[in-house]
């Protein structure tokens, strides 16, 4: 992580690391309703804003404005963006009659959707999805370091990744994004991060919704029974709970059930066929 940092001076090294630190705090200011927390990114930057323009009073406060305007982006791969207008700013304060400082504004808005698409599949799809997996199987064998496996193998590499994103974007500049398009590998890094988290979801799904009925059909005649579980397992192992996984993903995207709907109904659900002796 010293390397990112090395080169550049000693003030600059003291401003990027309160930005890294204050980029935590980002999405304090989000609302449910809004996703608004331009706020956030503002309370973030400040420590840039302040030193660039420290001997420029006018050119400060126009920067404040700037950085009010709507703001959302992945949390970890946001600091790309930020160390990316960190860099736009510096330039700007160093030469304000040949740089444009809309562009600023214009770079923060065309990356919030591509960086977004990524971090999402990525953060959310698959590495929140593998540190829970890893961690609900310690917990549900008893281990009380489920918790704390879950919260080590999902904030390391987060941090890890949001440390980097913010010295890259400050040092790499525009000319990696604009690569990134030019050679289609924005495209095929969100379509890998989706199948990714595709997969994720299906052997979570496999590992984690079970079902087991303690059914049995006695044979006339004969002192066996049939137990419905065999037969189900013959037919399709995981055929019951492949069934409500699907029926709700159909209730949630095709019918637009409300999910606290669907997680109670299927709660609800179970207690009958338990207290039924059914499951």
């Known amino acids: 992580m010293m390397k990112l940092s090395k080169n550049l001076k000693p003030d600059e090294r003291k401003m990027m690391r309160r930005v890294f630190w204050r980029s935590y705090a980002m999405n304090a200011s989000r609302t449910g309703a809004t996703q608004y927390h331009g706020l956030g990114f503002l309370w973030t930057i400040m420590p840039a804003i302040d030193l660039f323009y420290k001997n420029n009073k006018e050119e400060r406060t126009k920067a404040i404005v700037r950085h009010t ?22 330039k700007n304060a160093e030469d304000p009659k040949n740089f444009d400082a809309s562009s600023i504004t214009a770079v923060k808005a065309s990356l919030m959707g591509p960086l977004s698409g990524i971090g999402d599949s990525f953060f959310w799809g698959i ?123 159909y209730l949630i995207y095709k019918k637009h059930v409300n999910v606290n709907w669907v997680m109670l109904g299927i709660m609800v659900l179970g207690i009958i066929l338990g207290l039924c002796h059914i499951c």
């Open 127 to 249: 590495l929140r999805v593998v540190a829970a997996g890893i961690g609900i199987s310690l917990a549900s064998a008893g281990s009380p370091l489920g918790a704390i496996v879950f919260w080590l193998l999902y904030n390391i590499p987060a941090m890890i990744i949001q440390y980097y994103s913010l010295y890259g974007g400050y040092t790499v500049g525009t000319n990696f994004i604009e690569r990134l398009y030019e050679s289609g590998g924005m495209k095929i890094l969100t379509k890998v991060s989706s199948l990714l988290g595709l997969m994720m979801m299906g052997s979570m799904t496999a590992s984690n919704v079970k079902f087991t009925t303690i059914l049995s059909i006695a044979v006339k005649g004969s002192s066996q029974v049939m137990k419905i579980q065999t037969y189900l397992d013959q037919l399709f192992v995981g055929l019951v709970p492949l069934c409500v996984t699907l029926f709700a993903f």
């Open 69 to 90: 305007t709507w703001f959302n982006a992945t949390l970890h791969l946001n600091d790309f963006i930020v160390g990316l207008v960190t860099s736009m700013e510096k």
